[in-house]
């Protein structure tokens, strides 16, 4: 068996304010992982553009989104120094590879993609060929550089296994051992934020209503705010795990509490088991401006100086293709269009 050397990938679009799930969900592991692994993050700025234009503002805001989402990156914790950081559209490799994985990947496979159900809505036939095909772009994304470890949301999964069904088929298709056979990494107690609106809704960019999210552009004011305002049941909190089972909202607030103070969901419990929403949530506030607030200052400083954060995605695309360029020229060969 061909032995990888362990390097990371991950990436977010960029059509619309980061939030707390994004945060929580991946960016906590992409910061650690930088210690652990080398690592790669991009803005996924090809994949914003399989959604309607509505949804990602036109050209004009689309360039400043992805200037946003890197600065957002950084904010968070990631050190382009340590990663590489740059954005897709940059390494066109990306878009070749993805074009090769189309011929290896089965309609069949697709079909069962959920995301693109939920995304294309009740009418499926007006959605871009592109939005279709996101998975398969997601797969060269990760491949391109050999990646080994993908730490993503629990919504991500079968986009990852569907990576691995296109790197095994590739592998055996050409009889080789060329791709990694990719691990998704899916951890902490914060895989899956729900809305703050409704505990069965996946929290999200694109819901209509920003009482929903919590922004990571959003001030100290707007997040207790949210918090406040956020769902819950009549009940008060449980003193063990198993009383927040068949309650969303209430799981959801003590998952993401567990995730911010860096504690398990038990100890968050213990601390709060039997108290009413209203202190827990005041609570919650707290520690959530104490730690998303420094983000939002950091991302305002750098979002003051766009040159810097261009002359960083443009190192980092520098040093991505430095990669993907001999990985692209293997696959020229194992395919047979170079000798
Ligand atoms: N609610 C969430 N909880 C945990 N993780 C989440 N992620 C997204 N939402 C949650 C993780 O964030 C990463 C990047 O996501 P993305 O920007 O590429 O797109 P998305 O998953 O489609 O994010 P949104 O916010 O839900 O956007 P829209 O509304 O456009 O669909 C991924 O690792 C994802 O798992």
């Given at each position: 068996m061909t032995q990888f050397t362990p390097r990371v990938l991950s990436g977010m679009q960029p059509t619309g304010n980061l939030h707390l799930g994004n945060y929580l969900g991946a960016m906590v592991n992409w910061v650690k992982m930088q210690d652990t692994h080398e690592t790669l993050y991009c803005v996924v700025d090809l994949h914003a553009i399989?959604?309607?234009t509505a949804v990602w503002g036109g050209p004009q805001v689309l360039r400043k989104s992805i200037r946003e989402v890197a600065a957002a990156y950084m904010a968070a914790g990631i050190d382009p120094k340590k990663s590489v950081l740059?954005?897709?559209?940059?390494?066109h490799e990306h878009a070749e590879l993805a074009w090769i994985f189309n011929c290896v990947a089965r309609i069949g496979w697709l079909d069962r993609m959920t995301q693109f159900k939920e995304k294309a809505?009740?009418?499926?036939?007006?959605?871009s060929v592109g939005l279709y095909d996101y998975p398969v772009l997601m797969a060269a994304d990760i491949l391109i550089y050999h990646a080994t470890h993908v730490p993503v949301g629990e919504d991500q999964k079968q986009h990852l296994e569907l990576c691995r069904d296109i790197a095994i088929k590739f592998n055996n298709d050409f009889e080789t051992e060329f791709f990694p056979v990719t691990e998704p990494v899916?951890?902490?107690?914060?895989t899956r934020v729900m809305s703050l609106r409704d505990g069965t809704k996946k929290m999200s960019?694109?819901?209509?209503?920003?009482?929903s999210r919590i922004n990571l552009t959003d001030s100290a004011d707007d997040i207790a705010k949210k918090i406040r305002k956020a769902k819950t049941d009549a009940d008060g909190l449980p003193s063990?795990?198993?009383?927040?089972?068949?309650r969303p909202e209430a799981d959801n607030l003590v998952g993401i509490f567990a995730a911010l103070a860096g504690e398990t969901v038990e100890a968050v419990l213990q601390q709060?088991?039997?108290?009413?929403f209203s202190g827990f949530k005041n609570a919650l506030a707290d520690l959530a401006v104490a730690k998303l607030s420094p983000i939002n200052s950091r991302m305002n400083q750098l979002l003051a100086d766009p040159g810097y954060v261009e002359s960083v995605l443009a190192d980092g695309a520098e040093r991505a293709s430095a990669i993907a360029a001999p990985i692209m020229r293997d696959v020229k060969k194992i395919v047979g269009f170079t000798a």
């Amino acid at each position: 068996m061909t032995q990888f050397t362990p390097r990371v990938l991950s990436g977010m679009q960029p059509t619309g304010n980061l939030h707390l799930g994004n945060y929580l969900g991946a960016m906590v592991n992409w910061v650690k992982m930088q210690d652990t692994h080398e690592t790669l993050y991009c803005v996924v700025d090809l994949h914003a553009i399989t959604q309607p234009t509505a949804v990602w503002g036109g050209p004009q805001v689309l360039r400043k989104s992805i200037r946003e989402v890197a600065a957002a990156y950084m904010a968070a914790g990631i050190d382009p120094k340590k990663s590489v950081l740059f954005n897709q559209s940059r390494v066109h490799e990306h878009a070749e590879l993805a074009w090769i994985f189309n011929c290896v990947a089965r309609i069949g496979w697709l079909d069962r993609m959920t995301q693109f159900k939920e995304k294309a809505g009740k009418d499926k036939e007006k959605a871009s060929v592109g939005l279709y095909d996101y998975p398969v772009l997601m797969a060269a994304d990760i491949l391109i550089y050999h990646a080994t470890h993908v730490p993503v949301g629990e919504d991500q999964k079968q986009h990852l296994e569907l990576c691995r069904d296109i790197a095994i088929k590739f592998n055996n298709d050409f009889e080789t051992e060329f791709f990694p056979v990719t691990e998704p990494v899916i951890m902490g107690p914060a895989t899956r934020v729900m809305s703050l609106r409704d505990g069965t809704k996946k929290m999200s960019k694109s819901d209509a209503s920003d009482l929903s999210r919590i922004n990571l552009t959003d001030s100290a004011d707007d997040i207790a705010k949210k918090i406040r305002k956020a769902k819950t049941d009549a009940d008060g909190l449980p003193s063990e795990a198993g009383g927040l089972k068949g309650r969303p909202e209430a799981d959801n607030l003590v998952g993401i509490f567990a995730a911010l103070a860096g504690e398990t969901v038990e100890a968050v419990l213990q601390q709060f088991g039997g108290a009413q929403f209203s202190g827990f949530k005041n609570a919650l506030a707290d520690l959530a401006v104490a730690k998303l607030s420094p983000i939002n200052s950091r991302m305002n400083q750098l979002l003051a100086d766009p040159g810097y954060v261009e002359s960083v995605l443009a190192d980092g695309a520098e040093r991505a293709s430095a990669i993907a360029a001999p990985i692209m020229r293997d696959v020229k060969k194992i395919v047979g269009f170079t000798a």
